[in-house]
């Protein structure tokens, strides 16, 4: 029974599953902060990095290929605050090609433990996958709105929802969230009378 444990411990510590569960729970990562949501992609990429993070404790490893890694993290930061994106963007995908393929180490700090064709591979996959998504995203928040929202108050919509606390209408051919301090049935005509960031304060309108 001890010799099946600890054939079962050994699979485990394999460094070409540890790279896999580095990167794929760093793109997860990436993806939670480019699109913040549901917290799904939060906790799959924290479990992934859990996993990767006992493997690293039970691996050799070179030190230096994990500070590279967290470098490829501030660069991906510098990204989205900065007025270079490109350049801090293509800095952290080389930074997390670089650190996560040597972060094990094999028979030499130079050589590195994982597959060469599953590294080559895998670089080339979310390297293309950063880039593409990333740039996507900066885009999106560079965008100037089509509109100024100061311009919608005093606009007339109509309510998709019933709302009170909460609630969405359509106005200014867009679909915005709403509240307002008497409940508003589905359907009715609406005034924005005022905003509180993207959350519109509206009033029925007497028919």
Known sequence: M??????????????????????????????AIMTPGTGLLEIGGL????????????????????G???????????????SRPQL?????????????????RGETW????????????????????IWLAARKTLE??????????ESLIGAIGEA????FEDGSIQVAGELWSARSEKTIPAGSQVRVI???GFILEVEAINQ
């Open 2 to 31: 001890y010799n099946e444990h600890m054939n079962d411990v050994d699979i485990l510590l394999n460094p070409n599953l540890a790279y896999l569960f580095l990167v794929l729970g760093f793109l997860l990562i990436l993806m």
């Open 160 to 163: 998709k929802t019933e709302i």
């Open 88 to 104: 801090y963007l293509g800095l952290s995908i080389l930074a997390l090609v670089i650190g996560s393929t040597f972060l094990f």
């Open 110 to 129: 130079s050589q590195p433990a994982v597959n060469p064709f599953l590294a080559l591979t895998v670089s080339v996959l979310s390297s293309g996958f």
């Open 47 to 66: 479990i992934l990095l859990i996993l990767a993070g006992w493997e690293i404790t039970n691996l050799p490893i070179n030190a230096w290929a994990l």
């Open 194 to 196: 005022g905003r509180e």
């Open 68 to 82: 590279i890694l967290l470098l490829a993290a501030i660069f991906f930061l510098l990204a989205f605050r900065q």
């Open 140 to 149: 999106a928040r560079r965008i100037s709105p089509s509109h100024s929202l």
